[in-house]
């Protein structure tokens, strides 16, 4: 199924590739927890940015492999490239237009990322 979304004020709109019965993680790391994202990890082909690439801005911390896209007019990050999936993009599923038919959200304890980040692996593969 393909899904639209964008950020807040619209500047920023991407569609994504995923099935419709979906397993999304509720991070409990310092920055997903105080943003409310949402992860839907997917393979990089299986998104596009539609417009909006001059209106992101990048956010990296401690190892910088993560970037962090933001919206530079109202401040929404719709997506970002994980860490853990550097092959892939996460998706804000709070971000989307319309959500899966089914949506099963998993814990994930991303205050002890090593010893998790692992689990999260296959996620941008190809299937």
């Known amino acids: 199924m393909n899904y639209t979304g964008s950020c807040h004020c619209g500047a920023i709109q991407f569609e994504v590739k995923a099935p419709a019965q979906v397993e999304v993680e509720e991070c409990n790391c310092s920055i ?3 943003t409310g994202f949402l ?8 998104f596009t940015l539609l417009r909006g690439e001059d209106h992101l801005q990048t956010y990296q911390f401690n190892t910088c492999v993560a970037k962090h896209f933001f919206c530079k ?4 990050k719709p997506f970002y490239i994980p ?16 959500q899966p038919e089914q949506v099963t959200l998993v814990h994930f ?4 990322w090593e010893q998790n980040a692992g689990k999260l692996a296959h996620k941008s593969k190809e299937k």
């Not at 860490?83 to 319309?98: A, E």
């Open 32 to 34: 997903c927890s105080k």
């Open 39 to 46: 992860h839907l990890i997917v393979p990089r082909p299986h």
């Open 73 to 76: 007019t109202c401040g929404i």
């Open 83 to 98: 860490r853990s999936n550097t092959d892939g993009v996460d998706i804000n599923l709070r971000c989307l237009d319309r």
């Open 109 to 112: 304890d991303g205050q002890n």
